[in-house]
C-alpha cells in the first residue's frame, strides 16, 4: 500500500530540511508544480483565496536538491 504521499507544509519543510517560507517560495515561482509537487488541502480553508498546500516530499525533494546543487554550482563558477 501507498500510503499518504501528501504532507502539510510544515511536516514537509522539516522532512525536506528547508523552511516553509522556501516552500512556497518554490510553489509560488513556478519550481513545483500544482498537482504533482503541491496541491490545495481539501479540508476547510479560512483563506480560499491562500490555500494551504500538501506536498508529495519525495517528488519535492528533486526538484528542490536540484535547485540547490545548479546554484552552488553557478557561486563555484563565478
Known amino acids: 500500500m501507498l500510503g499518504n504521499i501528501w504532507q502539510s507544509s510544515n511536516y514537509a519543510a ?10 512556497s517560495y518554490f510553489r509560488e515561482n513556478g519550481f513545483l508544480k500544482p498537482g504533482i509537487h503541491w496541491k490545495s488541502s481539501p479540508y476547510g480553508q479560512k483563506k480560499p483565496w491562500n490555500p494551504e498546500a500538501l506536498y508529495n516530499t519525495k517528488l519535492c525533494k528533486k526538484i528542490i536538491d536540484k535547485y540547490y546543487s ?3 554550482f553557478d557561486q563555484e563558477a563565478a
Open 14 to 23: 522539516e522532512d525536506l530540511g528547508t523552511s516553509e517560507i522556501k516552500l
Open 70 to 72: 545548479e546554484k552552488q
